[in-house]
């Protein structure tokens, strides 16, 4: 196999996987537009369904049973600061397999995949926390968008880790060099969308109340 | 027309330090926003939080756009690559809020027009 990436005549005179990934990160934009404009519309509404609720003390006027803020914040935090430094790492790790040095990229690869692992678990974590609490996709208008809209970033996450694992197997079989370094260029531009996602996810659902 | 190679391309990409920099500035501004949280309406709010109260929103929202930058135009490399993939982004982006914000005020008059018992 030739350690040369194929040169590849385009119109732009850029390369189509990578205008691909960026079209497929536009269309994801407004996937998660939708989700974000859904947990948004109906947080002014979530108070008149039964709690718990993320930021606010709930009393069943049946039982009088007070429920307290479900949400979590400082564990959050440590997911959410995790995935910030896994862009951080990834991008060290694009920056090794262009050089050519396989230490660099296998470490910070390593290092962005152990991240993104801690993130998916801190939310396997939440989420089942939260269905101890009372808090299911069909309890509350709460429930119902933020279980969406998470949980269809978390997914964004794990099919990231899984890519990254990818990624690096074939760093570990010396079979992404320099030469093939958009391989990975383009993995990490799709594992950036799922963190500034979360960037934008982490203050409307957490921070705001 | 002659094409960049892969070493050419990455010409102009920020070094290691770089990166290091601004993922110390992306961290600290993750911790101001919980900061600001906290002394707003956390275990610590008092009196200062109360008066910080009505800019609390648009300030968390200008340090995420502010970190969002950040990360598309260094780590995604947006302020070097074309600007065709600064176009690609960025339209879809500008939908997405003009969507986020419409259905905000549409359902906003949705549910004042059912308050009312309208």
Excluded at chain 1, 84 to 94: N, R, T
């Amino acid at each position: 196999m030739s350690d040369h990436a194929p040169a590849l005549e385009t119109s732009t005179g850029l390369d189509s996987r990578k205008l691909a990934i960026w079209t497929f990160i536009g269309s994801e934009c407004l996937f998660f537009a939708t989700l974000i404009s859904n947990y948004l519309v109906h947080k002014q509404q979530w108070l008149t369904g039964p709690g718990p609720f993320p930021h606010e003390v709930w009393t069943d006027p049946a039982t009088g049973k007070v429920l307290e803020p479900i949400i979590e914040i400082p564990l959050v935090t440590v997911g959410t600061a995790l995935l910030l430094f896994s862009s951080l790492f990834i991008v060290l790790a694009l920056y090794g397999a262009q050089k050519g040095r396989r230490g660099m990229l296998l470490g910070w690869l390593g290092a962005t995949i152990l991240c993104g692992l801690f993130f998916v678990g801190m939310q396997v974590y939440e989420f089942t926390h939260f269905v101890h609490k009372g808090l299911t996709l069909q309890r509350n208008m709460f429930g119902a968008s933020f279980f969406v809209l998470t949980g269809f970033h978390g997914t964004h996450v794990t099919i990231g880790v899984i890519w990254l694992i990818t990624m690096f197997i074939l760093a570990l079989r010396k079979q992404l060099p320099s030469t093939r370094s958009l391989n990975l260029e383009i993995a990490a531009l799709y594992w950036h969308f799922v963190d500034v996602v979360w960037v934008v996810i982490f203050p409307v659902v957490y921070l705001i109340k | 027309m002659a094409h960049p190679t892969a070493h050419e391309h990455e010409a102009g990409h920020p070094t290691p330090g770089t990166y290091a920099k601004i993922g110390l500035f992306l961290f600290i501004l993750t911790a101001l926003e919980v900061g600001l949280y906290e002394i707003t309406y956390g275990e610590h709010a008092g009196a200062f939080g109360h008066e910080i109260q009505p800019f609390f929103v648009p300030l968390l929202l200008a340090l995420s756009a502010v970190k969002f930058a950040l990360v598309a135009m260094f780590y995604m490399h947006l302020k070097q690559d074309s600007r065709l993939f600064s176009g690609v982004f960025v339209f879809p982006i500008i939908i997405a809020a003009v969507i986020i914000f419409s259905l905000m005020v549409l359902m906003a008059y949705h549910w004042a027009f059912a308050a009312s018992g309208g």
